[in-house]
């Protein structure tokens, strides 16, 4: 399986990058040492000392570089070696690994895993909703072993949580919700709208929900390639308009580690306006979350990538459900950009594919 090289990726919660440490991670199969310079920009690097291939987390962080711990090779945060301790000191001409652009943005680290004249800021898609200065934020991960699109699946196909999550998120009137799919340029929404729905009682009890209350519900997916998703999630109760309905955003953000491996990133977010109420909601949900991604979805998930094993998704001929458009959709879109970037990389001829 391709992966889309030119692409913004999320790469951890800024939170997760503190002054003074290193972070190692494997994207799309490169190893990467994340770290923050003497500016407390996010720099990252291969993570593979080009003299004997050690990993560069192991070595000391000095400044805005890293010397290997093995024989103190030390690399700058372009990736180049400005220090041999050795001999006459000369520089050879390999000694230096790659850097990987960055951004930090919505509370979040992005990395870009191609060609870096290409990678553009604005591309980021928009997570205003999570961003720290207006919200206060749940956050989770997880690693999960298997392969990323299926976790694009996942979320784009929400009717999943009426059987999965039947005790916390779903309800008996998911699967007869009313599914749009939109299309715009390469965003893809996935909108599932219910009507005199009985939650759960977790839900009813997250929500401030006096029990039994009948809503409508709307659960609504932005998806951006490769697997970026902004959840809006809302309701009214039944009969009142859907302006008078609160609305809740999180995160379902997902970046490949291997073919079979996925970092997961999600979170939610409460208003600062809402004061220290907001700040607990948040923490609160996250701990709530956890439970069903991790207990109900993430094994699902590693079942099924065990079960489809290196297969082509496409090959095995997969049923296709009326719920499945937005998910569908989606891997069409992402499979054309993989096709595309391959394409213009001249890494296949333009027909093989097609
Ligand atoms: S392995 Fe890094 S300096 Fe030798
Ligand atoms: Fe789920």
């Not at 939170?15 to 720099?43: P, W, Y």
């Not at 992005?110 to 553009?120: E, L, Q, R, S, V």
Request: hydrophobic share 40%; aromatic share 10%; proline share 5%.
């Amino acid at each position: 399986m391709k992966f889309l090289y030119n692409a913004w990726y999320p790469a951890g919660w800024a939170t997760d990058i503190e002054t003074g440490k290193m972070v190692a991670k494997t994207f799309l199969n490169q190893r990467i040492v994340m770290f923050r310079d003497s500016q407390g920009v996010v720099k990252a690097l291969e993570d593979r000392c080009p003299h004997r291939f050690v990993p560069l987390h192991l070595g000391e962080l000095k400044g805005d570089t890293i010397q290997c711990a093995y024989h103190g090779l030390t690399f700058d945060c372009s990736g180049a070696c400005v220090l041999n301790p050795h001999g006459n000191g000369a520089i050879p001409k390999a000694a230096k690994v790659r850097s990987y652009p960055m951004a930090e943005v919505y509370g979040l680290v992005w990395i870009w895993m191609g060609d870096a004249d290409k990678a553009d800021q604005a591309l980021i898609s928009d997570f205003t909703e999570l961003d720290p200065v207006k919200k206060f934020v749940g956050k989770s991960y997880l690693l999960v072993n298997a392969n990323y699109v299926l976790e694009n699946d996942n979320i784009m196909d929400l009717s999943h949580i009426e059987f999965l999550h039947k005790a916390s998120l779903g309800s008996s009137k998911v699967s007869e919700g009313k599914i749009d799919v939109v299309q715009v340029g390469d965003t893809v929404h996935s909108m599932r709208s219910t009507s005199a729905e009985k939650l759960t009682a977790d839900l009813e009890r997250m929500r401030g929900i006096p029990p039994g209350q009948l809503v409508d519900r709307w659960l609504d997916v932005r998806w951006n390639a490769p697997a970026s998703m902004l959840l809006t999630t809302g309701f009214t109760y039944t009969g009142r308009p859907k302006e008078e309905g609160r609305e809740l955003f999180s995160t379902h953000l997902f970046t490949p580690e291997t073919e079979s491996t996925t970092h997961y990133w999600f979170g939610i977010a409460f208003p600062r306006s809402m004061g220290p109420e907001g700040e607990t909601l948040a923490e609160q949900n996250i701990k709530w979350l956890i439970q069903p991604f991790s207990k109900e979805d993430m094994p699902m998930l590693e079942a099924q990538q065990q079960t489809i094993g290196d297969r082509d998704f496409w090959s095995l001929n997969p049923v296709l459900l009326p719920s499945d458009g937005g998910a569908v959709r989606a891997r069409r879109v992402l499979d054309r950009l993989i096709k595309e970037e391959q394409e213009s990389l001249g890494l296949v001829a333009s027909t093989e594919l097609s």
